[in-house]
């Protein structure tokens, strides 16, 4: 029994529909492994992201104790050097509120001189005045 013969042309070249079939597959599935990808690295980043802001955050803890033990030894210093405890304590308060009130001062003046983008808001109203004309 002999099979019929095709011709050797017909199966070998796929038809533009299989083309752009196998193209858009092909396209999503690549789109969809790349948000895949995407996720897992942001997965990745959040976590070490938390994780260093966590540790962040416990060092800035630790620091404002040990500003409260330096401001504690630094006014037994002070007693040491007779000046009395309380006087000692009242010293170190008083210097603390002159740094507050020095940056304090800084930051006024900082502020001050912050000003509206005017290039930003003059190319706008340019834009605004082209898009109403056309």
Do not use: H
């Not at 492994?33 to 630790?62: D, H, N, Q, R, Y």
């Not at 005017?118 to 005045?129: P, R, Y």
Request: charged share 15%; hydrophobic share 55%.
């Amino acid at each position: 029994m002999t099979t019929p013969q095709q011709s050797p042309g017909v199966d070998d070249e796929p038809t533009i529909g299989r083309l752009v079939a196998d193209t858009s597959r092909d396209l999503s599935a690549l789109i969809r492994s790349e948000i895949e990808l995407a996720k897992t690295e942001l997965k990745f980043s959040v976590k070490a992201g938390g994780i260093g802001a966590a540790l962040f955050a416990a060092a800035a803890f630790l620091v404002l104790l040990s500003i409260i033990m330096v401001s504690i030894a630094f006014a037994f210093f002070l007693n040491w050097l007779y000046f009395g405890v309380a006087t000692s304590f009242l010293l170190v308060f008083v210097v603390y509120v002159l740094v507050a009130a020095l940056l304090a001062f800084i930051g006024v003046k900082k502020v001050k001189q912050v000003k509206a983008p005017e290039q930003t808001l003059a190319a706008v109203k340019s834009n605004k005045q082209v898009l109403k004309r056309g």
